[in-house]
């Protein structure tokens, strides 16, 4: 049971958490060595900026990866909390540097909650940033029951799904499903911010989609790269034979007439990228051919009239359902067209409930 919480560093994550557990019930004292931004985080309802009476039952270390190690030292020096977490995306540097230094490394328990925004800062914050993600949690063989309980409640209070990994492990997937894909952004962002101002008024949903993480903080990013850069290189060195290959392709087509064999071979290439990246989608956004974890899928049964589908896409993007979740299947036997939805549980319940007015029929057909 957590009934007092510190959280040190007052941006996105830190505020996040102070709004999620003060939304709990919990009496969060905010630190910062930015005081205006611990001010800001408490105006939000994030908790109160006043020093905790004596122990807290669990302080949230919100501070870049490089910085976790020393903040958490000063803090235990000073008695701060009876367990003690922290919320950075880079596990194993921090997880050596603790056994190694830290006053009581038995009270800590690794933490990565995985939820974000390109946006930084208190301002940014939401008490749901949490809800139905992954928090990763990276305990060492020194840590006491009591501590890792403490941070499984507030993992809890703030609506996550724990998930136990070894540091290295959590390095290596991180750097594949969120720090390399930030780079690549914010290189392709690069690119842009280079571009003449006649052919970035032509840019759409799909380059913006590209470039959206590269919005992100550049002093946190290059703190996070530089501590992930050994589980970093392996991923883009692979990245760049695929990029060479796809270059010597592209200049085959460009210089190969019609028809010839080095043309045929550059195809053959570029089909292949295009069909990976195809199947890495499909491993994403349709794993297994079901949902992701944490999600709900309905099945609304659609009679076929003129404008049904567009109704249906109209209540779906009302209640928080983007057409990339939605799937349409025509059934031979039944002759009937159906709409599979996924969606986090609280938008599939608000969809059910508004199709179920106005007379659809609709079932929950998956829960995972």
Do not use: F, K, S
């Given at each position: 049971m957590i009934r007092t919480a510190a959280v040190v560093g007052t941006g996105l994550i830190g505020t996040s958490a102070g709004l999620a557990l003060s939304r709990r019930g919990v009496r969060v004292h905010l630190i910062d060595a930015d005081e205006s931004a611990?001010?800001?985080?408490?105006a939000r309802g994030a908790g109160t900026v006043a020093p905790?009476?004596?122990?807290?039952?669990?302080?949230?270390?919100?501070?870049?990866?490089?910085?976790?190690?020393?903040?958490?030292g000063r803090h235990q020096r000073g008695g701060l909390a009876r367990a003690y977490t922290d919320v950075a995306s880079v596990k194993a540097p921090t997880a050596l540097a603790v056994a190694c230094g830290a006053p009581e490394p038995d009270l800590f328990v690794g933490g990565h909650p995985m939820a974000g925004s390109e946006r930084s800062g208190p301002l940014a914050a939401r008490a749901d940033l949490f809800e139905d993600r992954p928090w990763i949690l990276t305990p060492g063989?020194?840590?006491?029951?009591?501590?890792?309980?403490?941070v499984l409640a507030a993992v809890s209070l703030?609506?996550?799904?724990?998930?136990?990994?070894?540091?290295?492990?959590?390095?290596?997937?991180?750097?594949?499903?969120s720090h390399a894909p930030h780079l690549v952004a914010s290189l392709m962002a690069a690119r842009l911010g280079e571009a003449p101002g006649q052919e970035l008024r032509l840019a759409g949903r799909g380059v913006r989609d590209v470039i959206r993480v590269a919005g992100g903080d550049p002093g946190l990013w290059t703190d996070i790269v530089r501590s992930n850069a050994p589980a970093l290189v392996e991923i883009l060195q692979a990245l760049t034979k695929d990029l060479e290959a796809l270059?010597?392709?592209?200049?085959?087509?460009?210089?190969?007439?019609?028809?010839?064999?080095?043309?045929?071979?550059?195809?053959?290439?570029?089909?292949?990228?295009?069909?990976?990246?195809?199947?890495?989608?499909?491993?994403?956004?349709?794993?297994?051919?079901?949902?992701?974890?944490?999600?709900?899928?309905?099945?609304?049964?659609?009679?076929?009239?003129?404008?049904e589908v567009d109704r249906l896409l109209h209540a779906a993007e009302e209640s928080g359902i983007g057409t990339e979740g939605i799937r349409l299947s025509w059934s031979g036997a039944s002759t009937e067209l159906s709409a599979s939805l996924a969606a986090s549980p609280a938008a599939a319940e608000s969809m059910r409930r508004r199709l179920a007015a106005d007379g659809w029929r609709v079932s929950v057909a998956a829960v995972r």
């Open positions: 611990a001010r800001v985080a408490a905790p009476d004596g122990p807290v039952d669990l302080a949230v270390i919100a501070v870049p990866p490089g910085l976790v190690a020393r903040v958490l063989p020194q840590t006491c029951p009591g501590a890792l309980n403490a703030c609506g996550a799904v724990p998930v136990v990994m070894e540091p290295h492990a959590h390095d290596r997937a991180v750097a594949l499903v270059t010597r392709a592209l200049h085959a087509l460009a210089v190969a007439g019609p028809g010839a064999e080095d043309a045929e071979n550059a195809l053959a290439v570029l089909r292949d990228l295009l069909v990976r990246g195809r199947e890495g989608w499909a491993a994403v956004y349709e794993p297994g051919g079901g949902v992701p974890a944490g999600e709900v899928t309905l099945t609304v049964a659609l009679a076929g009239r003129p404008g």
